[in-house]
């Protein structure tokens, strides 16, 4: 950047993080046979699993924030690679239900101690997992997240111009 020139936006600094991130946790479960859009779902699950949930995909797809379509594709490979099993949801024939394999909870539980390391060492310029800075950021991550993002969609009068 130039002297003066104004610093990075807060949205680049998203994107860069977000990038960052993915990077790093597809290279810590690629061992594990994982992608990082893999692990989001593996982990999910094991969580729901934890609090006694059995999730259909859509739960999964709204937990996780990925679309569904790519949920199902995602949870077939994960299928196919024995991690998971789909069944048919005995009270909504249209909705698949997912559950962890036994090697699926194997796999996951080693991922998520991966991951988990990896979280310590991007939090410890805040203090750590622990720290009241990380809690603060939590809580500033998760009220964005919380904000509804539609774009604008442009009016007639202004279409086929460029600005």
């Known amino acids: 950047m130039s002297k003066g020139a104004p610093g990075p936006t807060p949205g680049f600094l998203v994107w860069r993080l977000a990038n960052k991130w993915r ?15 893999q692990y989001s779902l593996v982990a999910s ?11 259909s995909q859509r739960q999964l797809a709204d937990h ?13 490979a994960l299928e196919s690679a024995g991690l998971i099993e789909r069944t048919r949801d005995p009270r909504d024939p249209r909705a698949v ?9 194997a796999v996951t539980r080693q991922a998520v101690a991966v991951v988990q ?28 997240l919380d904000v509804p993002l539609t774009p604008s969609v442009p009016n007639e009068s202004t279409q086929g111009t460029t600005p």
């Open 23 to 37: 990077v790093a946790v597809d290279r810590a479960v690629a061992p594990l046979g994982l992608t990082h859009a």
């Open 45 to 55: 699950l094991h969580g729901m699993q934890r609090a006694g949930e059995r999730p």
């Open 64 to 76: 996780t924030g990925l679309e569904a379509l790519y949920v199902s594709k995602l949870a077939r």
């Open 117 to 144: 390391e990896l979280l310590q060492q991007l939090l410890e310029p805040l203090g750590g997992l622990d720290a009241a800075r990380t809690h603060a950021f939590t809580e500033e991550l998760t009220a964005l």
């Open 97 to 105: 239900q997912l559950a962890l394999t036994e090697q699926g909870q």
